[in-house]
């Protein structure tokens, strides 16, 4: 019997040790994912990581003679496009370790299994307006008798 529950527990633990093995693998392959994209016209290259953060960004000398709006738009659509780039990436490396079924871009977007009306933040409740018993504003009759007061006085 001891020996049963031995033989169980060695397996259970190189199981476990595998799993962190691969675990630690997915983790190194997904820290060496990056994704670069360049602007149409060349004045722009942004460089992101697995997460679609900006590691590196090259503006080109004719970059310098777009108006800053333009460059702004210019950097952040060329950004997208790389971090488009690193998803797809991402997807490609989780895909052959997850469960069947998964959506990796929904693992990495944090949404998992959600569905979208377990996502979307409560509808703040409806509150009744609160009457505070020393605001006379908020009486009827006190408006009634003041309308009344400045009608006499005209």
């Known amino acids: 019997m001891t020996t049963d ?8 633990l190189a199981d476990y ?3 962190r093995d691969q675990l630690a693998s997915v983790q190194r392959d997904l820290a060496r994912i990056s994704g670069s994209a360049t602007s149409p ?5 942004a460089v992101v990581d697995a997460k679609g953060t900006l590691t590196d960004l090259e503006l080109g000398d004719n970059a310098y003679r777009l108006r800053p709006a333009q460059l ?3 950097i952040v659509r060329t950004t997208r496009e790389a971090a488009a780039q690193a998803a797809e990436g991402a997807y490609r490396t989780l895909s052959p370790v997850l469960p069947a079924g998964t959506d990796p871009e929904a693992l990495l977007r944090g949404t998992a299994d959600l569905r979208s009306e377990e996502i979307q933040p409560p509808q ?3 509150r009744r307006p609160v009457v505070d018993d020393d605001d006379f504003e908020q009486r009827e009759w006190m408006t009634d008798v003041d309308a009344k007061a400045s009608r006499r006085t005209r």
């Open 17 to 19: 040790r595998r799993s």
């Open 41 to 45: 016209d060349g004045s722009v290259t």
């Open 5 to 12: 529950h031995r033989a169980q527990v060695d397996e259970l």
């Open 124 to 126: 703040p409740a409806r």
């Open 72 to 74: 702004a738009e210019l």
